[in-house]
């Protein structure tokens, strides 16, 4: 194998590596919201009292579980979408992925995470619409485990995925 080769190669491999670990960042948080998420399912009331303080509680910068799930939530759909992003940019391919990335919930996420690192004061109304609807959610958890099977397919084969697109070694 050449220099420049190996090179390319190493490139893939760094880029693949730097996949996973966005998503495993995305999945700590996701996984850290968990426990507020729990909090609400055993609140009597599936949780009412968060969401009547709701307000009162961001004026005065006091968490409670709501935000604290809510908030993490966020920040992990945002980071979603930065694998998202670097998945294409990199022209990685997989058939799950592609087809769910084909989807016109990631301009809709991209949207969002923009909303959510890009503060403004329409920020909270453009950010509470997607968990509002269940199939945005049920397309980001399918998106996230189809990227965690292909991160895996890809790093299991890597020379014949590579060998089957050669877009990946592009700079």
Request: glycine share 4%; hydrophobic share 45%; charged share 25%.
């Amino acid at each position: 194998m050449a220099e420049d080769e190996r090179a390319e190669l190493q490139r893939v491999i760094e880029r693949l590596h730097a996949l996973g670990t966005a998503l495993l960042r995305a999945e700590s948080v996701r996984d850290a919201g968990r426990q507020f998420a729990e909090i609400l399912a055993a609140a009597p009331n599936g949780g009412d009292e968060f969401l009547d303080r709701l307000v009162t509680d961001v004026r005065v910068q006091v968490q409670n579980p709501l935000l604290q799930a809510g908030n993490l939530m966020m920040v992990h759909l945002g980071l979603l979408y930065t694998v998202i992003e670097a998945w294409d940019k990199w022209h990685f391919t997989d058939a799950r992925v592609d087809e769910l990335l084909r989807s016109p919930f990631v301009s809709d996420l991209r949207r969002f995470r923009n909303d959510i690192f890009h503060v403004s004061q329409a920020t909270e109304a453009r950010v509470s619409w997607w968990g509002a609807a269940s199939d945005r959610i049920v397309w980001s958890q399918n998106v996230e485990r189809a990227l965690r099977a292909a991160f895996l397919d890809w790093d299991a084969h890597l020379a014949e995925r590579i060998a089957e697109n050669p877009g990946v070694m592009k700079r």
